[in-house]
Structures are given as structure tokens and as C-alpha cells.
Nanobody, 126 residues
Framework: QVQLVESGGGLVQAGDSLRLSCAVSGRTSSSYLMGWSRQAPGKEREFVSA????????YYSDSVKGRFTISRDNAKNTVYLQLNSLKPEDTAVYYCAACSRWYGSSWHRQNQYDYWGQGTQVTVSS
């Protein structure tokens, strides 16, 4: 079983930066698609970014493109999400997720992700 543990969230001001980490353990594959999703109060959960473990192809939603950067460290089995130029609307619980069988379909489809972390809170004040 795959376990995902997020960390790095916190309370920051608009314009600040954070780096979220997702530690991956258990039985996993280098072919996994790793994603970051978020859920703000009163809003639907949405994927904001994803990365292919092998190859490093990256994907971003329009709302975060140009501000967030996803990356991974194969040796450390860790996926990162660098959050720059944070806005109050970025306030949400951020979840790490893994898709074990991804063949190039829409990266942001929630129901294709098999494993989820517990989430880490990001709060951005004005």
C-alpha cells in the first residue's frame, strides 16, 4: 500500500511563498502520476498540478500556472509543490495524490487517483 504524507503548509501573507512536500512510501512505481489537489472552503476540490515520476512531465491548472512549480526527487521519493506569489484565493487544504495507472488521459480528473494524503493547510492573508 502507498502512503502519502504532506507537509509544509502554514499561514502566510499575500505575495509570500511556501514549498509543500509529499513523502511517498510503500509499494509504488516510478511510472506513477503524482498530483496536488486543493479544496478551499465552500469550493469543489480541484487538481492544480501533476508530474509524471518518470520523465518529469508537468501539468498545471490555469489558476496556478506561472506561480506554482511541481517537482520530484526520485532519490528521496518526494514530490514538491513550490507556491509563489500566493493569493488569498489560494487558501485551501492541499492534498497529495498518486495515480498508479495513467496512460496520458486528463491529468486533473480526480477519480483516477488511487492514493491520497491527509492534506496540509495553506492559509494566505491579505
Amino acid at each position: 500500500q502507498v502512503q502519502l504524507v504532506e507537509s509544509g503548509g502554514g499561514l502566510v501573507q499575500a505575495g509570500d511563498s511556501l514549498r509543500l512536500s509529499c513523502a511517498v512510501s510503500g509499494r509504488t512505481s516510478s511510472s506513477y502520476l503524482m498530483g496536488w489537489s486543493r479544496q478551499a472552503p465552500g469550493k469543489e476540490r480541484e487538481f492544480v498540478s501533476a508530474i509524471r515520476w518518470t520523465g518529469g512531465n508537468t501539468y498545471y491548472s490555469d489558476s496556478v500556472k506561472g506561480r506554482f512549480t511541481i517537482s520530484r526527487d526520485n532519490a528521496k521519493n518526494t514530490v514538491y509543490l513550490q507556491l509563489n506569489s500566493l493569493k488569498p484565493e489560494d487558501t485551501a487544504v492541499y492534498y497529495c495524490a498518486a495515480c498508479s495507472r495513467w496512460y496520458g488521459s486528463s491529468w486533473h480528473r480526480q477519480n483516477q487517483y488511487d492514493y491520497w494524503g491527509q492534506g496540509t493547510q495553506v492559509t494566505v492573508s491579505s
